[in-house]
């Protein structure tokens, strides 16, 4: 066996898979929010749409795209494979005693608010990135050039009270994934140090409640707001 092989059977490995794949999540879910923010926008979706056009033609988005893909399998592979590993070296698990003191809840319920966020991320995938793709969306003309119109389809989306609901429970499922997750990451690749630990908790501690706030915001806006 190689030493690749071996390091990515180990434990070690694949707590380095989980924290690079979620790393690299974060850094999508931060240019997502960028891009999604222009929702805002009081301009009838013309830089939303012009925005998801270069998203899907532009060859490095596209690549970073399939990274993103290639990232949310393997994060969701290794979370799996890494449970088994855990399984297999504790078959009696840990008395709970105490489990609350020494842990917060969101470490001890990543699998749950992982499997949350994946169900969330199907729905999420048929209802714009399926529908942008491959769905018989309208256009619309701004100038010479024809664009799909997905602002619209995301207007119509959230225009619907269960789907508003849907996004702000999911949102809040987010924050508590991303409040273990982000200084984990950083812990698992050997990033903890006394002097830059206590900024990347506290960075993490505001990326968790900012973030899915400001996604939770906007089917919130579009809803009470059309
Ligand atoms: C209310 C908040 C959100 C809105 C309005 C939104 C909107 C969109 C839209 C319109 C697309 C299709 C764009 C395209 O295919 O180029 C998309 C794709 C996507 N969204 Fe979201 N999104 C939101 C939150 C999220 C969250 C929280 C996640 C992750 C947990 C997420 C993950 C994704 C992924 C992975 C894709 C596919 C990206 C790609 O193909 O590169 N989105 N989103």
Redesign the pocket.
């Known amino acids: 066996m190689s030493w690749v092989t071996k390091t990515l059977k180990s434990t070690l490995g694949r707590k380095l898979i989980m924290a690079l794949t979620g790393l690299f ?1 974060i850094l ?2 931060t240019g ?1 929010l960028a891009g ?1 923010i222009q ?1 805002f926008f009081n301009d009838g979706g013309q830089a939303f749409n012009i925005y ?1 056009k270069f ?2 033609s532009n060859p490095i ?1 596209k690549l ?2 399939y990274l ?2 290639i990232s ?1 399998m393997g994060h969701v592979a290794y979370s799996i494979m890494l449970g088994q590993l855990n399984k297999a070296a504790r078959p009696i698990g840990y008395a709970q005693s105490g489990a609350s003191t020494n842990s917060t809840w969101a470490s001890r319920n990543m699998g749950i608010l992982g499997t949350v ?1 994946l169900v ?2 199907a729905g ?2 048929y209802s ?2 399926y529908q ?2 491959w769905g018989g969306i309208p256009t619309v003309m701004y100038g010479t050039e024809e664009y799909k119109d ?1 602002y619209t ?2 207007q119509l989306a959230f225009q619907q009270t269960w789907m508003v609901a849907l ?1 702000v429970i ?2 809040g499922f ?1 924050g508590f994934h991303l409040s273990h997750g982000f200084s984990s990451a950083f812990q698992s690749l050997g990033l903890n140090h006394v002097k830059y630990s206590p900024a990347i908790k506290a960075i993490g501690n505001l990326y968790c409640i900012v973030v ?1 706030a400001l ?2 915001a ?2 919130l806006y579009i809803y009470f707001t059309s």
């Open positions: 999540l999508f879910l997502h999604n929702l998801a998203m899907t988005v970073l795209s993103t893909y949310v966020i969330f991320l999420h995938m714009f990135w942008m793709h997905l389809v995301v996004y999911a949102m987010l899915p996604f939770a906007m089917p």
